[in-house]
């Protein structure tokens, strides 16, 4: 028993984590007046480049999608490129929003591989809580959810 109480707090640390910076995104989001519809597309299609493609392709697609200027899609891509960003170094990785595309390479390619997969599983569960975040979201407003 004195085994799993050892392992818990890291895997709620984690958890917490992806569940910060999540929250970190819808913040932002609503701040700079997005639509919850327009983070849950955005987010959903991260989600879907990061299974399919891994870290560093969801690396691009986020850059490319924060290159929109001040549409609120941009802002909202911008502000998770930073989210991310925490989460990484949460991980241990030094990565820089500066230098974002640079260093998540580096991490990629010369990392080891328990450490990417670590990455992409943490990455994975952050962007799903910031798409349950955006439903949330939609379902206070009441908006789009047909009320």
Not at 85 to 107: H, I, M, N, Q, Y
Not at 125 to 143: N, Q
Request: aromatic letters at 4%.
């Amino acid at each position: 028993m004195t085994h799993v109480e050892a392992a818990s707090p890291s895997v709620l640390s984690l958890d917490k984590l992806a569940a910060e910076r999540a929250q970190q995104i819808i913040a932002g989001a609503k701040e700079v007046a997005a639509r919850p519809e327009q983070v849950d597309g955005l987010v959903t299609k991260a989600l879907g480049v990061l299974q399919d493609g891994g870290v560093y392709a969801c690396g691009l697609y986020l850059t490319a999608r924060s290159g929109k200027g001040k549409q609120a899609e941009g802002k909202v891509a911008a502000e998770t490129i930073v989210s991310v960003c925490g989460l990484l170094r949460g991980l241990g990785w030094p990565v820089s929003e500066k230098t974002f595309l640079e260093d998540l390479a580096e991490k990629v390619i010369g990392g080891s591989l328990d450490g990417v997969l670590l990455a992409r599983g943490v990455l994975e569960k952050m962007l799903v809580y910031c798409r349950y975040g955006a439903k949330a979201w939609d379902a206070e407003t009441g908006e789009n959810n047909g009320q």
